[in-house]
């Protein structure tokens, strides 16, 4: 497991008050999570802050799943 | 009319704006805005000639540069057309050309400019070198001339250009301020708020015309993204949001970080309708609420500060306004109403009759005369965020797949969902379609969950596809 699954999860807890049990890699941002744009654009802030990891809005509109921030992440280090 | 001009220069050292940029706050006072106001102007001269009715679109992020820019275009004697850059680029393109649009300020060069001959950037109109002594025109000559084009989504077609004259933009002062500032117009006391509405909203206009009049020290969020780190590095008292961050916000009391709100005392929403759940996470933790009501077509129509026995209504009419039920419908007789849509006729006189506007909004009026939103006679989607959303437009994108027999876009729980009818051996294909189609639109359209009917959909009796089932 990427070490950055840790940090996307605790942000996306943190953020949209979902219970860490419910976040897994295979997780639908909008369909499983529920997330609204606004959320996803906080969470992305505070990943970014977080890692340092510069992640654009036109990355923003390709993630589907948390894997997909991950491997974003991933790819950056 | 009032005078926006003279209540900047009556603050003097003040502070107005607070923004950080590059890890650095900077601050800036009445004075100095004025000053920039008067520069920029001078600036945009340079670069376009004479700027009187000239129609000059603003792409950018909310930022200090586009709050000078605003009053420098529309004192300058221009028309400004704020841009909500969430849209896609086709759209915006052919709102622009629509609206005759002869400049556009966009952030830097490397940022999108739509086709726009007359290109400037924030950092073109909005270096300050303080030397000048340059000053307005007389901005109150013609009080007749377009100010402001802000575009709103229609339930048909292409989104409206929102024609608001100085006049209605200038007919009275604005009171998008806590409680005590409603109730008492003179109260002068420093007042810190935060921006996070955007200024391609009418809300976001209002927040600018009603802080800067009263005086108010405002942070200007420059990234939505980071609402939740400046409200938990910055101490504020006030602010204006959308139910969308009311509900980012009340995820912060929930979680019982109170302590990362700012210290804030009091908090409004406008935009769109809200949870009376979320009005109590704010109310329970000791932060007033008021509500405010109104459409880009009407400016404010009502405020309500009762958030004891009144809090789910959006209140009373402020001040002069006139508001009456036809049909169940609101209807709204006020200065501040706008002239109509721009080159629209056919919808100009579908939305102002017999000098009425009528809002779509379904109400209802109790005995103290507290107004209360009982639903949307309109088929528009209005989302947590505060955008309008034709379904109609949703829906002429999924019929691009020829699979597709029937679809309906609706709105469920602060989402987009669509309910398609097709063959069931299509289904996979399908969802795969709305996935890339996802890719394509603005965030805030895209669609969240796909329902495949067995059967055709409900229709009406002129054989349409029934909008609600109930």
Request: with cysteine.
């Amino acid at each position: 497991m990427s070490k950055y699954f840790d940090i996307v999860a605790e942000v996306i807890e943190d953020v949209a008050d979902i219970s860490r049990d419910e976040i897994n890699m295979d997780s639908s941002l909008m369909d499983d999570l529920e997330l609204s744009s606004l959320e996803l654009m906080t969470i992305f802030s505070d990943i970014s802050r977080k890692t340092s990891i510069p992640i654009s809005n036109k990355n923003i509109l390709e993630f589907e799943t948390v894997a997909d921030i991950v491997a974003v992440l991933d790819a950056h280090s | 009319m009032y005078d926006l001009i003279k209540e900047i220069l009556a603050r003097k050292e003040r502070i107005a704006y607070r923004y950080v940029r590059d890890g650095k706050e900077i601050t800036v006072t009445f004075e100095q805005y004025y000053k920039n106001i008067c520069e920029c102007y001078h600036n945009l001269t340079e670069r376009l000639g004479d700027i009187n009715g000239k129609h000059i679109a603003v792409a950018m992020n909310n930022c200090y540069e586009y709050l000078v820019a605003m009053p420098a275009i529309i004192f300058g004697g221009g028309a400004i057309l704020p841009v909500n850059i969430l849209e896609s680029v086709e759209t915006i393109s052919i709102i622009l050309k629509k609206a005759d649009t002869c400049a556009i300020v966009i952030k830097d060069s490397e940022s999108e400019s739509y086709g726009i001959p007359n290109v400037l950037t924030a950092k073109d109109i909005c270096t300050f070198t303080g030397q000048g002594d340059w000053e307005l025109p007389n901005y109150e000559e013609n009080p007749d001339r377009i100010a402001l084009m802000i575009h709103t989504s229609g339930t048909t077609g292409r989104p409206k250009g929102v024609m608001e004259l100085y006049k209605n933009l200038f007919y009275r002062k604005k009171h998008d301020l806590p409680k005590e500032y409603i109730l008492d117009p003179a109260k002068d006391d420093p007042l810190n708020t935060i921006l996070t509405f955007p200024l391609y909203h009418q809300v976001g206009v209002c927040c600018w015309l009603s802080w800067v009049t009263r005086g108010c020290t405002t942070f200007i969020n420059e990234n939505p993204g980071d609402i939740l780190n400046d409200f938990k590095n910055n101490k504020f008292d006030f602010t204006l949001a959308t139910p969308a961050v009311m509900k980012l916000l009340g995820k912060r009391l929930k979680r019982g970080k109170v302590d990362e709100l700012g210290g804030i005392k009091s908090i409004g929403s406008a935009g769109a309708p809200i949870q009376k759940d979320i009005i109590d996470l704010f109310l329970e933790n000791g932060i007033s609420y008021v509500q405010i009501y109104g459409l880009t077509e009407t400016g404010e129509i009502t405020y309500n500060y009762d958030d004891g026995d009144h809090v789910t209504s959006v209140g009373l009419p402020i001040e002069d306004t006139k508001v009456c039920l036809i049909d169940g419908e609101i209807c709204v007789d006020s200065g501040t109403n706008c002239a109509g849509y721009y080159k629209n006729e056919q919808a100009t006189d579908e939305l102002i009759r017999d000098g009425w506007i009528h809002t779509g909004d379904l109400g209802a009026i109790d005995d103290e005369g507290y107004i209360y939103i009982v639903g949307r006679k309109k088929n528009l989607i209005i989302l947590s965020g505060g955008e309008n959303v034709s379904p109609e437009e949703i829906e002429e994108s999924l019929y691009a797949n020829e699979a597709i027999k029937e679809c309906r876009v609706f709105e469920q729980d602060d989402k987009i969902y669509a309910e398609i009818f097709a063959n069931e051996s299509d289904h996979d294909e399908i969802r795969d379609f709305v996935t890339e189609l996802n890719k394509k639109l603005p965030i805030f359209k895209r669609i969240y969950r796909v329902v495949f009917s067995e059967t055709d959909l409900e229709k009406t009796a002129a054989g349409k596809i029934r909008r609600k089932y109930n």
